[in-house]
């Protein structure tokens, strides 16, 4: 087991890491043959001799082979060799039903032994700058390409982070419990934890929509316009705000959680909770005194 997650934190890191060779471009190509070819005449004119001119030149080939183009086709290998963008989301969900899950449970202090898998909802989204205990450098995004249609249609692709904000709902018989932190994937540390909790009956409305926002990231002078955001908001003016989507970063779909079946599972829960509260009220009949009349009997 060690073995493998050993295993998996190399490979992780060499995902994010490790950089490609400079490509091969027209001027370079021209630059490496003018040093190739040049000294192959001062070699012959040195030595005065054709065979050990071009034995001369043989070992400069020898030595730029050994010490520039092996360690380049050696870090070309390394580099096409890592693993797939799809590997990499497969561990991070992994992880995060895991690991987070299980730090979110023991954080909130939770008996879930009668739990399914459907009351823990897990809503993930990339960390895009960096705060007091998030350095800057250590926020990291690769370019994946996930489909390559033909010469008309652009080739679609999404971004692998390395660092990621984790959302955790619970949703218990009479309560939702809330569970938030942050999480470096390549240091394998959790961060900036918080809790919540909210009685469904106290839960005036949930509603989920696309809002202007303006968030600034390490990667574009241009911030982020637009973030799809579910907001739970309580009786009190409380508002619970979960940041669903923030399609500007183009976060892996499999990381995009169907907020829309969330929605429904939370209100189907809000009113079940709310009808039974009402009918466990006390019915008060107020019986308005009748008027009394009397009448004058004769006799």
């Known amino acids: 087991m060690e073995s493998a997650i050993n295993y998996r934190q190399q490979q992780m890191s060499d995902f994010f890491l490790l950089k490609p060779p400079k490509p091969m471009t027209p001027e370079l190509v021209l630059k490496i043959a003018i040093f190739l070819f040049l000294p192959i005449i001062p070699a012959i004119a040195l030595v005065a001799d054709l065979s050990n001119g071009i034995s001369i030149y043989i070992g400069f080939l020898l030595l730029v082979y050994l010490v520039w183009l092996r360690p380049r086709m050696a870090k070309k290998k390394k580099y096409n060799s890592r693993v797939s963008s799809d590997t990499l989301n497969k561990w991070l969900l992994e992880t995060l039903k895991t690991k987070i899950l299980n730090r979110a449970i023991e954080y909130l202090e939770l008996e879930t032994s009668e739990h399914t898998t459907e009351q823990f909802i897990i809503i993930p989204y990339p ?170 009997v004769e006799i």
């Open 127 to 296: 960390v895009f700058h960096g705060t007091k205990k998030i350095k800057d450098e250590s926020i990291m995004r690769i370019r994946s390409i996930t489909s390559i249609k033909n010469k008309t249609v652009p080739e679609e692709y999404c971004f692998n982070y390395s660092v990621w904000n984790i959302q955790i709902l619970v949703l218990s018989q009479n309560y939702l419990s809330y569970y938030f932190c942050s999480y470096n994937w390549l240091k394998d540390e959790i961060l900036n934890e918080k809790t919540n909790e909210y009685y469904y009956q106290d839960i005036a409305l949930v509603k989920t929509e696309y809002e202007q926002v303006s968030f600034l990231t390490k990667w574009d002078e241009n911030p982020i316009t637009e973030a799809r955001i579910t907001k739970l908001m309580h009786s009190s003016g409380d508002v619970l705000s979960l940041i669903t989507e923030l399609p500007e970063l183009h976060q892996p779909v499999k990381t995009i959680v169907d907020i829309e079946k969330i929605e429904k599972v939370l209100r189907m829960l809000i009113r079940h909770s709310k009808a039974k509260d009402e009918s466990r009220k006390q019915v008060n009949i107020n019986f308005k005194p009748a008027e009394l009349k009397r009448e004058a």
